[in-house]
């Protein structure tokens, strides 16, 4: 897996590729929570994930049980079909603010 | 250390070791010509199974051993999956529903819940020291 972290003046993003599984996850619950810090627009770009297990999924709960409390905004976007699959049998699609395209690229 | 024959696997106890377990399903689904939707579903199921047992039935001891079987039929691919930890039955993990999911702090469950979704049978057996899990998915 890999992370690139882009900091904008009004929003953040973090393009997430390759795999996102039990060994990936700590990795990526580091790097998505020290980010949510920063502004209140926040954007995962799935666009270059190839996989995703529970262990990636509870980040994104944990994240968003964080930004619940501050008005800050979380949104995942560009998954692949295979991604977005897994988002709709495990219940998260209703969960999350999900966009078919990255709102800035 | 990974020890592959044909259809069997037996890999460390770690979490490092997933990929090759993803590999090994896929190998052996397109072996049997599989669709990648239909891999894709059992190699997840495979993983959240692997990754239980190194958190759960072995507290992360990368001393211990997992074995994976597959066998298939003409319809059916079963995945034999054995560990030698402590007793874990999935069938008792309570189904966490979209609620419970806002609810809970760190996602609970969500693993065997998706592993029971991805699959069409899921059987558990306690062995006299360890845990089978038997995972079944139908294909034409």
Same mark, same amino acid.
């Given at each position: 897996?890999?992370?690139?972290?882009?900091?904008?003046?009004?929003?953040?993003?973090?393009? %997430?590729?390759?795999?996102?599984?039990?060994?990936?996850?700590?990795?990526?619950?580091?790097?998505?929570?020290?980010?949510?810090?920063?502004?209140?627009?926040?954007? %995962?770009?799935?666009?270059?994930?190839?996989?995703?297990?529970?262990?990636?999924?509870?980040?994104?709960? %944990?994240?968003?049980?964080?930004?619940?409390?501050?008005?800050?905004?979380?949104?995942?976007?560009?998954?692949?079909?295979?991604?977005?699959?897994?988002?709709?049998?495990?219940?998260?699609?209703?969960?999350?603010?999900?966009?078919?395209?990255?709102?800035?690229? | 250390?990974?020890?592959?024959?044909?259809?069997?696997?037996?890999?460390?106890?770690?979490?490092?070791?997933?990929?090759?377990?993803?590999?090994?399903?896929?190998?052996?689904?397109?072996?049997?010509?599989?669709?990648?939707?239909?891999?894709? +579903?059992?190699?997840?199921?495979?993983?959240?199974?692997?990754?239980?047992?190194?958190? +759960?039935?072995?507290?992360?001891?990368?001393?211990?051993?997992?074995?994976?079987?597959?066998?298939?039929?003409?319809?059916?691919?079963?995945?034999?999956?054995?560990?030698?930890?402590? +007793?874990?039955?999935?069938?008792?993990?309570?189904?966490?529903?979209?609620?419970?999911?806002?609810?809970?702090?760190?996602?609970?469950?969500?693993?065997?819940?998706?592993?029971?979704?991805?699959?069409?049978?899921? +059987?558990?057996?306690?062995?006299?020291?360890?845990?089978?899990?038997?995972?079944?998915?139908?294909?034409?």
């Amino acid at each position: 897996m890999e992370i690139t972290e882009i900091i904008k003046d009004n929003y953040t993003m973090l393009n %997430v590729s390759g795999r996102l599984d039990s060994t990936t996850a700590t990795d990526f619950e580091k790097a998505l929570l020290n980010l949510l810090d920063l502004q209140k627009e926040n954007v %995962v770009c799935f666009k270059e994930l190839k996989y995703i297990s529970s262990s990636g999924l509870r980040v994104l709960l %944990v994240a968003a049980k964080k930004l619940s409390t501050t008005g800050k905004k979380l949104t995942i976007s560009a998954m692949q079909d295979h991604i977005k699959e897994v988002f709709d049998i495990s219940g998260f699609t209703e969960l999350f603010n999900i966009l078919p395209e990255n709102p800035y690229e | 250390m990974l020890n592959i024959l044909k259809n069997e696997l037996t890999l460390e106890s770690s979490t490092d070791h997933l990929s090759e377990v993803r590999n090994f399903v896929e190998v052996n689904g397109i072996k049997v010509g599989l669709n990648k939707q239909t891999i894709a +579903h059992i190699s997840l199921a495979v993983d959240e199974a692997c990754t239980n047992i190194i958190k +759960h039935a072995y507290s992360n001891d990368l001393t211990k051993k997992i074995k994976i079987k597959i066998k298939t039929s003409e319809n059916k691919f079963t995945v034999i999956i054995t560990d030698s930890g402590k +007793h874990f039955d999935p069938n008792k993990v309570p189904e966490p529903n979209i609620e419970k999911i806002q609810k809970m702090k760190k996602g609970g469950g969500l693993g065997m819940f998706l592993m029971k979704k991805l699959m069409d049978e899921v +059987h558990y057996n306690p062995k006299a020291n360890g845990n089978e899990l038997i995972l079944i998915k139908n294909y034409n």
